[in-house]
């Protein structure tokens, strides 16, 4: 089973990727939502960096939405949208904060406990146990940031066919017994 990957142990996609539109990624999903590869699927979850902020199917980071009951909850399009253009929408339970501090220094991350004295801010969904602490007397301005914790372009080293089966993963809720995977 695939777990959080080190950079050394990461399975790496054979490419060759591309951007694609959401249009193209919806294409592909749909020319080819059958026969699929469940283990590649599964790879390609760690490929793609999901695997270091998402769980799914039991496996993986909590940083981010559990994406375990994706296939039930969205249509393929909002998926691909939310891959491919992830600050197009931000849920309120994952938005981060921008702290312009009295000295200069911007802070960019999630809220994730508040005194009468200081806010603590978990800057990167990579390391959700380095917490930064600011006194709430050096903060100038507070307002909610406009770009998603996730990166874009995640899902653009893998080639269709690797998409593809990352998306029938995904839709699939970690099933390898799914229709869309070839028997």
Known sequence: PVTKASAGD??????PGRRRSVDEAVRIADEKAMKRDFARGER??????????????????????????????????????????????????????????KDGTLVIGRVVATT??????????????????????SIATRS???????????????NDDELADLIAYLLSGGDPRDARFAK
């Open 44 to 101: 390609m979850f760690a490929a793609a960096s999901c695997i270091d902020c998402h769980r799914f199917a039991g496996r993986g980071a909590t940083g981010g939405p559990d994406l375990s009951a994706v296939g039930n909850r969205f249509v393929v399009r909002d998926l691909m949208s939310s891959m491919i253009e992830p600050s197009r929408v931000i849920s309120d339970q994952y938005l981060f904060e921008q702290f312009a501090l």
């Open 10 to 15: 990461r399975p790496i996609a054979d490419g």
């Open 144 to 158: 909610p940031s406009a770009v998603s914790p996730m990166m874009p372009g995640l899902i653009d080293a893998l």
């Open 116 to 137: 009468p004295d200081t806010v603590r801010v978990m800057e990167s969904l990579l390391s959700p146990e380095s917490i930064r602490e600011i006194p709430l007397a």
